[in-house]
DNA sequence: TTGTAAGCGTTATCAG
DNA sequence: CTGATAACGCTTACAA
């Protein structure tokens, strides 16, 4: 590897010179400059990044938390964090927490080494306390971490609320709520909008709220236990869709028809959510949109410091397929 | 940040004694150490890694390229590329390619300029020349790059045989293949272990062979088309998991009932094949393991540059699931 | 318009 | 056992 010595000797220059020909930056005589392009030509020469960031003190990069890659809802956030990254000139370095505060801050702490520029978290175990004194950018997504930090999120409740209102309209008479892990954000909030519209119905009982893990293991358990309790439930709403998934599972299960006799419907519109039997009714999250937007407001803040931080919620959409009654509809 | 040099004031020592204490590295008493220890608890100091890596031009990271992190696969193998990255010290960095060659190539100069330590690639389009004089250590996974490179890979072509003896033995008379893309070795083992077992039957033609894109909706098109063209298929081996559940949804778009009208087999063992309709019978690679093993090659190859180069060649198991006659099996 | 030289925070060599 | 000091490769005052 040639470096910056190298080209200025090759072009008979000082590295000063050849420093503002690689950043252009500063005056340079138009001929002397096409002297050290050629000689960087020559030698195939591309700058450090490490000399860079150690003088800089920063080395374009950001690293996100996620709690398991392995879930499509973060492989493709994780996709689009890394396209963001990427297109403004940034390496990506992923982190799968397993939810779990000591990698967490193990990471974060490796990272700071490294003279990384941000941080993109997805987490319900990080507190406020332990980032207050971090000084690199920092963006909450999917999840709210503190009322300080920039975030990007999505409106629960209300998604939630739209999601039973639609098993009411389609004529479901006792709708139960498979909810996430109590310790998540967008957990709690998706069980308020379920009890927004339910609370007042005089067959709410207990039963009709079941803890689940967000995955589908979690999903089919909770299921069966409600389905089994509950003979009368026609409705189901699951807080993501792999608990949807496993609710159809479960409803597979104990042979029952789905929508003949249970309607079933999720939330977050993975990609798995379509190849199921049947295909999934569920609360479309702009995935890939708000992790491509978490990327952009984390270097925004990056590059310009001064940029002041925003909380940014985003809309869902209802989208309807053959889980629920009356509106099957074939994909592919 | 506090810097080593300010640890050395504080202690009342040197610079390079400091370092000694940190890096546990020649001699140093054991009354100094103590008093250095304390000031860097005192600042609470961490050595600066870019630094460092400026220093021994290694910068403990490493890279993983695979062509999209959203498929299940890929996401299994980064997980264990990750684990090990991790327990090993060493930050991890993932490059989703779109199996596009520029974006490989310019991953490769980027990380290469921020003195990465080594690269696992998963890749079909790289090839041998575009990085012989890349002077880091690198590994082939899952698909051969060049017989000059370490890598790790499964027995495809055992794997089919396997795959397609088995649906002979459960009585298929008439078995179908959907390959992957023609220029994954993979695909092509897999394509020859199918061959092996059927190349003398008379039934065989070319349109029992099916070109498919690895992903859900290839096998959904390829098993169409060929369930179309052949009604007398009772047997479809697919060239990964994949492509399997498109065939799932192809005969359940065609009313053709799995297992008792056809059999559909896989190959990976992906989690998504457990909660299929049936669940899917396949060839299980051991995903985990080989990512796993993948990287501790190169770790070993980055800490010992004596390290032979090997090609580690990893078996498989046929898992037996319902999509396949007389082998049902309810999992959860 | 160009060059000199002082850092950026480490590590390692070489004296003491 | 400890301390100066010269790298590592780059950027940026400051001079010329």
Redesign the interface.
């Known amino acids: 590897m040639s470096t910056i010595r190298d080209v200025a000797k090759l072009a008979n220059v000082s590295v000063a010179t050849v420093s503002r020909v690689i950043n252009a930056n500063g005056y340079v005589n138009e001929n002397t400059k096409q002297k050290v392009e050629e000689a960087i030509k020559q030698l195939d020469y591309?700058?450090?990044?490490?000399?860079r960031?150690?003088f800089k003190g920063r080395?374009k990069m950001i690293a996100l938390f996620v709690p398991?890659?392995?879930n499509?809802f973060f492989?493709?956030l994780?996709?689009a964090v890394?396209?963001m990254a990427n297109k403004r000139g940034y390496?990506?370095?992923?982190?799968?927490t397993d939810n779990d505060n000591q990698k967490e801050m193990d990471y974060l702490?490796?990272?700071?080494?490294?003279?990384i520029d941000g941080f993109i978290f997805v987490s319900n175990t990080i507190k406020a306390i332990q980032i207050e004194n971090v000084n690199v950018p920092m963006v909450a997504l999917d999840r709210k971490i503190s009322s300080g930090l920039a975030s990007v999120t999505v409106d629960n409740r209300d998604g939630a609320r739209q999601a039973v209102e639609h098993l009411q309209s389609i004529g479901c008479k006792q709708i139960g709520h498979i909810c996430g892990p109590e310790n998540v954000s967008s957990s709690r909030n998706r069980l308020q909008g379920y009890l927004d519209v339910v609370k007042k119905e005089d067959w709410l009982t207990s039963d009709f709220v079941q803890v689940g893990d967000y995955n589908?293991?979690g999903g089919?358990h909770a299921g069966l236990e409600m389905l089994k309790n509950n003979p009368s439930i026609d409705g189901i709403f699951a807080a993501n869709d792999l608990m949807a998934?496993g609710v159809l599972?479960a409803a597979?299960?104990l042979n029952i028809p789905v929508p003949e006799k249970l309607s079933v419907i999720g939330f977050d519109d993975i990609?798995?959510g379509k190849?199921?039997?049947p295909p999934l009714t569920t609360i479309k999250q702009p995935i890939y949109a708000i992790g491509k937007q978490a990327a952009e407001l984390l270097i925004k803040q990056i590059e310009d410091p001064e940029t002041e931080v925003k909380s940014e919620i985003h809309d869902v959409e209802l989208i309807l397929r053959a889980s629920t009654k009356e509106s099957g509809e074939?994909c592919?």
């Open positions: 591309r700058p450090n990044d490490v000399a960031s150690l080395s398991d890659i392995q499509p492989s493709e994780a996709r890394e396209d390496t990506f370095i992923l982190c799968n702490q490796a990272l700071l080494q490294k003279s589908i293991r089919f998934i599972k597979e299960y990609e798995l190849i199921t039997s074939w592919f």
